[in-house]
């Protein structure tokens, strides 16, 4: 297929060098013509950079991968971009992980409308897609809007080593989009197709983000304090700084002892303050002091519940495990606990 690329950040990047692997002619094209030119050269034959119109004029399918109040300007120099399949990957994240304005994807089609909308690669972080655990099995990539364009969409989600799940048409992305209980989740096709039916039966708690990966996490959690401490500390410290932690997390686990609890626990105030001039470690005193207090609490848990997996058997829904946790842990606001809570999940099993 012969694919337009806009946008050459990390997304654009990432799921073209992919495509351009899986035997597609990517053309990309940004505002700064250096990038797009740099990722050509890289990839050498099928590969090219282009004007947004060029790129667009030669291409069947059209990725838009700029900030979501940015992808209406991002296009307007390709025209109308008739009949052209455009995915729109765009979330908005300016007034954080839940509630958040959002240009829906009818607006989109409503700006452009002899174009066919598709949203899709939105659902899942780029690290996800750049990596290879969500290729066996595969994780699920959602994807919605005009009916002709979707095959050919979930075509390209296939050749990205995703499986596609259909949500429907253009206004059931909003199923897919930030806040939603299926927004950034892993899911397998059977987790995805049971969660999906839930929600469109009108199951309001399995519309909930919080549902499903407390649900899994209740459910299948191996029964191990430190896997629990890890999430939850990986949760404390990404507050606000999801890459960098990132980039840090092997040295932010050596540096507390494997996310051992008894361990972690008995830090003393001398190896907190080494702590906090540690260079593999994010130097933020109150996120360390919360880590370590909340292995103390982890501690406590285990001493009231005998295990995790008790403690979260002990509640009747997410939301009573969601405030329990807010209450004890520090550090922890309803968006660390919904990380927590999909970060494990997916590292169960
Ligand atoms: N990061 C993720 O994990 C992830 C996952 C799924 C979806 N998304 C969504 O995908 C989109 C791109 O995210 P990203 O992580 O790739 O961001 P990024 O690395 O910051 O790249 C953004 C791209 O958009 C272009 N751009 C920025 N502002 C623009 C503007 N005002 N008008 C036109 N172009 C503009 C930039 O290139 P030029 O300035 O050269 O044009 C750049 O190529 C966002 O909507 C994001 O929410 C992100």
Same mark, same amino acid.
């Given at each position: 297929? &012969?694919?337009?690329?806009?946008?050459?950040?990390?997304?654009?990047?990432?799921?073209?060098?992919?495509?351009?692997?899986?035997?597609?002619?990517?053309?990309?094209?940004?505002?700064? @013509?250096?990038?797009?030119?740099?990722?050509?050269?890289?990839?050498?034959?099928?590969?090219?950079?282009?004007?947004?119109?060029?790129?667009? @004029?030669?291409?069947?399918?059209?990725? $838009?991968?700029?900030?979501? +109040?940015?992808?209406?300007?991002?296009?307007?120099?390709?025209?109308?971009? *008739?009949?052209? #399949?455009?995915?729109?990957?765009?979330?908005?994240?300016?007034?954080?992980?839940?509630?958040?304005?959002?240009?829906?994807?009818?607006?989109?089609?409503?700006?452009?409308?002899?174009?066919?909308?598709?949203?899709?690669?939105?659902?899942?972080?780029?690290?996800?897609?750049?990596?290879?655990?969500?290729?066996? !099995? !595969?994780?699920?990539?959602?994807?919605?809007?005009?009916?002709? @364009? &979707?095959?050919?969409?979930?075509? +390209?989600?296939?050749?990205?080593?995703? *499986?596609?799940?259909?949500?429907?048409?253009?206004?059931?992305?909003? +199923?897919?989009?930030?806040?939603?209980?299926?927004?950034?989740?892993?899911?397998?096709?059977?987790?995805?197709?049971?969660?999906?039916?839930?929600?469109?039966?009108?199951?309001?708690?399995?519309?909930?983000?919080?549902?499903?990966?407390?649900?899994?996490?209740? *459910?299948?959690?191996?029964?191990?304090?430190?896997?629990?401490?890890?999430?939850?500390?990986?949760?404390?410290?990404?507050?606000? #700084?999801?890459?960098?932690?990132?980039? &840090?997390?092997?040295?932010?686990?050596?540096?507390?002892?494997?996310?051992? !609890?008894?361990?972690?626990?008995?830090?003393? !105030?001398?190896?907190?303050?080494?702590?906090?001039?540690?260079?593999? $470690?994010?130097?933020? &005193?109150?996120?360390?002091?919360?880590?370590?207090?909340?292995?103390?609490?982890?501690?406590?848990?285990?001493?009231?519940?005998?295990?995790?997996?008790?403690?979260?058997?002990?509640?009747? *829904?997410?939301?009573?495990?969601?405030?329990?946790?807010?209450?004890?842990?520090?550090?922890?606001?309803?968006?660390?606990?919904?990380?927590?809570?999909?970060?494990?999940?997916?590292?169960?099993?």
């Amino acid at each position: 297929m &012969k694919i337009a690329v806009r946008g050459a950040g990390a997304v654009g990047s990432t799921i073209g060098r992919i495509w351009h692997a899986a035997g597609h002619d990517v053309t990309f094209a940004a505002r700064h @013509a250096a990038r797009p030119r740099a990722l050509a050269a890289e990839l050498g034959e099928r590969a090219h950079a282009a004007s947004v119109a060029g790129a667009v @004029a030669g291409a069947e399918v059209v990725l $838009v991968a700029v900030p979501a +109040l940015a992808v209406i300007d991002a296009l307007q120099a390709a025209g109308q971009l *008739d009949g052209r #399949i455009v995915i729109d990957a765009a979330n908005s994240l300016e007034r954080g992980a839940f509630g958040q304005q959002q240009l829906s994807l009818r607006s989109l089609a409503g700006a452009f409308p002899r174009a066919r909308w598709v949203r899709a690669f939105n659902s899942l972080n780029v690290n996800v897609m750049a990596g290879d655990n969500h290729r066996e !099995p !595969p994780w699920v990539l959602f994807l919605s809007g005009d009916q002709q @364009a &979707k095959p050919a969409a979930a075509r +390209l989600i296939r050749d990205a080593g995703f *499986d596609p799940v259909d949500l429907g048409g253009i206004d059931d992305s909003q +199923l897919q989009d930030p806040g939603s209980a299926l927004w950034t989740y892993p899911l397998t096709r059977d987790e995805a197709t049971a969660l999906v039916a839930r929600i469109k039966s009108g199951d309001t708690a399995a519309a909930d983000p919080l549902t499903a990966p407390f649900e899994k996490f209740r *459910d299948h959690a191996p029964d191990d304090p430190a896997f629990f401490l890890a999430h939850l500390s990986r949760a404390v410290f990404e507050a606000g #700084i999801w890459r960098a932690v990132d980039a &840090k997390w092997d040295g932010i686990r050596e540096a507390f002892h494997g996310f051992d !609890p008894a361990q972690v626990a008995a830090m003393t !105030p001398d190896q907190i303050a080494a702590t906090e001039n540690d260079p593999r $470690v994010i130097r933020n &005193k109150a996120k360390i002091r919360a880590a370590v207090q909340n292995a103390r609490e982890v501690l406590a848990v285990l001493d009231s519940y005998g295990s995790i997996r008790a403690y979260f058997a002990s509640f009747p *829904d997410a939301h009573a495990a969601s405030a329990d946790m807010r209450r004890r842990f520090k550090f922890l606001g309803d968006t660390g606990v919904w990380r927590l809570l999909t970060s494990a999940s997916r590292d169960i099993g």
